[in-house]
């Protein structure tokens, strides 16, 4: 590899081809041909409209042309591709130089090209007011060429040009002894495509960074191409799907971020769960995920992308070889010991969102709960269950209606069948999946060793959850699966299902039944509408100013209901100050009232567990919500943990947020007289963040 390469040659390149040829002469010491002039090829014939792409906004293939061999040892043939007006990503040279690599293997002879597809480089250069060029080139895999690209702009940043002139570029230098050896030429030119990534990651630091460069260009080169391509173009037509499936008011930057966040992450979970099937050319591979609804996104995405060369798209597969280099799960097991964190697969995620996209997650308020409020607030439930529904089992109870009715000496309640189990739990927002695997390792404390295995199935069975982004979705799987016996693997998954909670879903059979994206919206729909759970747990969102974010919560229709379910938190003369109801977490709250409450009716023991934050405690635009709470519920408990990082009176957050937060416990027996308020029992917590969390390591509900 030669030194770095001219910056100003490097960074004028884009402009014409007469800059291009500069940097080739003399920036990459190529020798000049005899023959000044460049041979012409003639213009092959090519519709934007069959490649799927819009002729008003991408660009027009005005020129093929061919430099000639400049020497007999070369190694690689060189074309010169002139578009003219209108966008041309990546994914947009994709296609044209797949359609040109296809007519020309054809032609080649009568073309003078003798040249194999991994030994050709395509310079495409592109202007539309800012002049861009992509270098592209084909590597050969065990199953399909895939395609790499080295792009910039004349407009690129200094770090961006200093990259591409230090890193990649070198290896382009013609070599000074004449490459006598053309297989070490050959190794050589190609190791411009590979980004300078040839050996492993050795810190989680590093490999989150690099994970979240290449989503970050996955994502705003998917959103360029679906700006570029007609509406049957494969990626509108994933989107489509997707939309309809999933969540109807899906925007195109979010499925960009929904296709960014499941190709990176996919690659990792599925490094992680199956070392075996991975390898150097995993991108380009049917990767194994341990669940039907993943393995069916991840190859739409594949298949989706083009049907003739399942090809590199902006770094994948330069991840999938480091990934391949990379001793993962130590990287996993050493990830966060500084700040002794107990779960390094979700900090790991949780430092590659923060690089990712901090300011989506400060929006949505993702943050991870620290094991000693999850630990708590589980082992919370599990007593309330076995004191307050007179379940010895806790959480772990596979009690039916049928014997719980013949327990408490009353009718099943209506809706639900004699063979229903009473303890059945959802998280409607889960994450990274850190509620439901506390749920599982509490529960399985109750176990004998005795119809153990049946025992832990029928416990992940009456487990659900939901979660609205796409590698949150992959962790909570990657997660939970790694935590059952490798047998118990094979035949029962965690019901974690990518949806958005607070969304109704019209038509979730449109592709059919045994469509996997299908099959996961029918069973998201009929976890929130039909299964009944006694728990619901967790740790919504927060955002204020929310409103139309609430689904039907916020607006209905709710049948049987003339008015949305969120007005029963409203009162009367209070309308003035019930803007503080537009909240993510208001809605989330009332959703899970309604889901543990009133779904499907009023004498069943129900609980919901929340983390939130605790302003609808005292706000006056909250008074209709916490009477609403005191009339469908008999106790309530609950932990102020404080933190209020504004104003005089500061209290340090167990969150890095300037929200106070409380934990609150809002349970109905099933037995109580439901014409009393329910009893409120409230402590608060004060101190430092790691005191805190020792006070709820050390205590139980009732100690505090």
């Excluded at 990534?197 to 970050?216: F, N």
């Excluded at 229903?420 to 399985?444: C, H, K, N, S």
């Excluded at 916020?554 to 003339?562: A, K, L």
Aim: one cysteine or more; hydrophobic letters at 40%.
């Amino acid at each position: 590899m030669s030194g770095p390469v001219n910056l100003n040659l490097v960074r004028k390149a884009p402009r014409s081809s007469e800059d291009l040829l500069t940097l080739l002469f003399e920036g990459l010491d190529w020798p000049k041909p005899s023959n000044r002039d460049i041979d012409e090829i003639p213009l092959m014939a090519w519709s934007p409209e069959e490649l799927h792409l819009d002729p008003s906004s991408v660009s027009k293939l005005t020129k093929i042309r061919q430099l000639p061999k400049l020497t007999d040892a070369q190694p690689f043939g060189v074309f010169i591709l002139s578009f003219e007006g209108g966008r041309l990503p990546v994914g947009a040279v994709r296609r044209v130089v797949n359609k040109l690599v296809r007519k020309q293997r054809a032609t080649r002879a009568r073309a003078g090209s003798l040249w194999d597809l991994h030994d050709l480089i395509f310079f495409c250069q592109s202007d539309t007011g800012t002049s861009t060029l992509h270098i592209v080139a084909f590597k050969d895999t065990d199953k399909v060429p895939v395609m790499k690209v080295i792009s910039w702009s004349t407009d690129a940043t200094d770090n961006r040009i200093a990259l591409i002139a230090n890193e990649n570029l070198p290896d382009l230098v013609w070599p000074t002894d004449g490459a006598a050896d053309v297989d070490s030429w050959r190794e050589q030119w190609s190791g411009a495509f590979t980004a300078s990534y040839r050996e492993g990651v050795r810190s989680a630091d590093a490999l989150a960074t690099r994970m979240a460069d290449v989503a970050k260009v996955v994502r705003d080169e998917a959103l360029a191409l679906y700006e570029v391509e007609t509406e049957q173009g494969p990626l509108r037509e994933l989107y489509r799907e997707i939309k309809v499936s999933l969540k109807s008011d899906l925007t195109a930057p979010e499925f960009a971020d929904l296709y960014a966040q499941t190709m990176v992450y996919g690659l990792l979970t599925a490094r992680i769960t199956h070392p075996e099937d991975f390898h150097a050319d995993a991108v380009s591979s049917v990767l194994k995920f341990d669940n039907p609804f993943l393995d069916a996104l991840y190859s739409n995405f594949r298949r989706k992308g083009d049907q003739a060369f399942d090809v590199d798209e902006f770094g994948l597969h330069d991840l999938a070889e480091l990934l391949a280099r990379t001793d993962v799960n130590q990287l996993l097991a050493d990830f966060g010991v500084e700040e002794r964190k107990e779960d390094p697969v979700v900090f790991f995620y949780e430092n590659f969102l923060e690089l990712y996209d901090p300011d989506k997650r400060r929006e949505l308020g993702t943050y991870y709960t620290p094991i000693p409020v999850v630990r708590f607030m589980v082992q919370s439930v599990d007593t309330i269950v076995e004191r307050h529904f007179h379940l010895e089992g806790g959480i772990a109870d596979s009690s039916t209606w049928a014997d719980y009715s013949k327990a408490v000496g009353s009718a099943v309640p209506k809706g639900l069948d004699n063979s229903d189990p009473v303890i059945r739990m959802v998280d409607p927002a889960t994450g990274t999946g850190t509620f439901l695997l506390e749920w599982y390792r509490q529960a399985t404390n109750h176990l004998a060793n005795e119809n153990r295995d049946k025992n832990l199935a029928s416990i992940v069975e009456r487990m659900d959850a939901f979660e609205i982004n796409a590698s949150s979705y992959a962790v909570s799987h990657l997660k939970t699966g790694l935590e059952l016996p490798p047998h118990l693997r094979q035949t029962t998954r965690v019901n974690i299902r990518l949806t958005d909670t607070l969304e109704r879903s019209e038509d979730s059979e449109i592709f059919g039944l045994f469509d996997p994206i299908a099959e996961e919206s029918a069973a998201a729909e009929k976890a929130k509408f039909v299964l009944h759970h006694s728990v619901v747990i967790g740790n919504p969102p927060y955002k204020a100013r929310s409103r139309g974010l609430g689904g039907w919560i916020e607006s209905g229709p709710w049948p049987g209901h003339s008015q949305p379910p969120l007005d029963s938190f409203r009162e009367a003369g209070n309308g003035s100050v019930e803007f503080v109801l537009s909240n993510l977490y208001i809605y989330f709250w009332r959703w899970a009232i309604w889901k543990a409450f009133e779904h499907p009716g009023p004498d069943t023991p129900a609980v919901v567990a929340f983390i939130t934050p605790s302003a609808w405690l005292h706000g006056i635009g909250f008074r209709g919500m916490r009477r609403f709470l005191r009339k469908q519920a008999d106790t309530i408990w609950v932990i102020d943990l404080g933190g209020e990082n504004r104003g005089t009176q500061t209290s340090e957050n167990i969150f890095p947020i300037e929200t106070p937060v409380a934990i609150v416990f809002v349970t109905r027996s099933g037995t109580a007289d439901m014409d009393l308020p329910a009893n409120v029992s409230y402590v608060r917590l004060d101190g430092t963040r790691i005191e805190k969390l020792s006070k709820l390591s050390d205590a139980s509900l009732d100690d505090l």
